[in-house]
């Protein structure tokens, strides 16, 4: 039964996601949360986790919270539903209406559907950083400042942008992963 | 006899397909849009099996349509080289190395988060992932074509998440999707309505 749920739930995410890896993360998020099936905090951790293995973000979540809810077979399910419906569509696209992008109703669809996912991605970081750093995952909470999560935070926003203008490009996700591990290491455990 | 040589093409691309895939799967790191420089160098400066400009095509496909770009990618590039069987391997390629990876680590996950120092590091990798979106989105952003609509669709699209879930007022996040999808889609109407008239 739980198979059935992971399925048809990762087969909804798989079908409503565009753009890829990080605009899946908020619908991922949203989906987790409501079936209660992990908390916001261990949502963060698969998050780091998905960064640093090989594969696309999607993927990885997907077969770990299906582990996680039904062991093998869950993780099939659920990576079965996250794949199914982008295989289906370009399968079809690409077989029978090769042309079907090029259509302004499409794009006009689309370009209405952009702005919003860039929001859904903006907004997420947003609420995260209001529930780690802030303590704040509703109203009532009174805000309680992580000292130490600001200065891991702005450790790594100083490094994004010197490493930046040094070598010309964004630092990869896995190295500002295992700076923020040290950093963590180093301010929790004191 | 063509037709079988055909056939026996088909299976070995297909083959061909599932180890490539298998191998970017394997070593791509940071999901959709780096799989995106491997797939170019691998498909079409090494092997060469489609060209440049089919694979401009490609990439504005599998960005604009559900779905991980890497499984959209791997489809399409299936599907041009040997068919459904192509399209199947393929994705099974991709898909495969993650699926093991992650499987394996959700069997010790919970044992090894319980390690006192492995929770420390996982404190700063919070902070870390609250960066990673917030740098992804920002990037998007500035990306973004800006005009009227984007703008307020963007700004609607963030308040409203995130004073939603302040209040812990449940809104699927997929409404948010359809919603944007409608508003595109009667922003065109109107243009084309008002060109209409201007045309009068």
Request: with cysteine; glycine share 8%.
């Amino acid at each position: 039964m739980i198979c059935l749920e992971l399925f048809l739930t990762f087969l909804k995410i798989g079908a409503f996601t565009f753009g890829g890896g990080y605009a899946m993360i908020p619908l991922i998020r949203d989906e987790v949360l409501s079936h209660g099936w992990m908390t916001d905090e261990r949502i963060m951790d698969l998050i780091a986790v998905s960064e640093s293995t090989p594969g696309p973000i999607a993927i990885n979540m997907a077969t770990f919270i299906g582990s996680s809810q039904g062991g093998f077979a869950g993780a099939v399910c659920a990576t079965l539903g996250v794949v199914l419906p982008s295989f289906v569509i370009i399968l079809i696209i690409t077989a029978l209406v090769a042309n079907l992008m090029k259509f302004a109703g499409v794009q006009a669809f689309l370009s209405g559907v952009r702005p919003v996912v860039v929001g859904l991605i903006c907004a997420t970081s947003v609420t995260m950083f209001l529930s780690v750093i802030l303590s704040v995952s509703h109203f009532t909470d009174a805000i309680s400042v992580d000292v130490r999560g600001v200065i891991i935070l702005a450790a790594l926003i100083a490094i994004h942008f010197i490493y930046k203008k040094i070598k010309g490009k964004r630092p990869s996700p896995i190295l500002m992963i295992l700076i923020s591990a040290v950093m963590g290491i180093a301010a929790y455990s004191l | 006899m063509a037709n079988e040589n055909k056939k026996e093409s088909r299976v070995w691309y297909a083959v061909r397909l599932f180890l490539t895939m298998l191998k970017i799967g394997a070593f791509t790191f940071g999901g959709g849009y780096a799989m995106i420089a491997i797939l170019e160098n691998e498909f079409v400066s090494k092997k060469q099996w489609i060209d440049k400009d089919e694979f401009m095509d490609m990439v504005a496909l599998a960005e604009s349509t559900p779905g991980p770009i890497a499984i959209n990618s791997a489809t399409y590039l299936g599907y041009k080289k040997a068919g459904i069987i192509g399209s199947a391997m393929a994705t099974s390629g991709v898909v495969l190395p993650s699926f093991v990876i992650i499987y394996l680590i959700s069997l010790f996950f919970e044992r090894f988060m319980g390690l006192e120092y492995v929770g420390y590091a996982f404190a700063g990798i919070k902070v870390a992932v609250i960066y990673l979106i917030g740098a992804a989105g920002i990037k998007l952003l500035k990306g973004m074509k800006k005009n009227t609509m984007t703008v307020t669709l963007i700004s609607l699209t963030v308040v409203a998440l995130v004073v939603l879930s302040l209040l812990a007022v449940r809104f699927s996040t997929i409404l948010y999707i359809l919603v944007g999808g409608v508003v595109g889609t009667c922003v065109y109407l109107i243009h084309i309505i008002r060109k209409k008239e201007v045309t009068k």
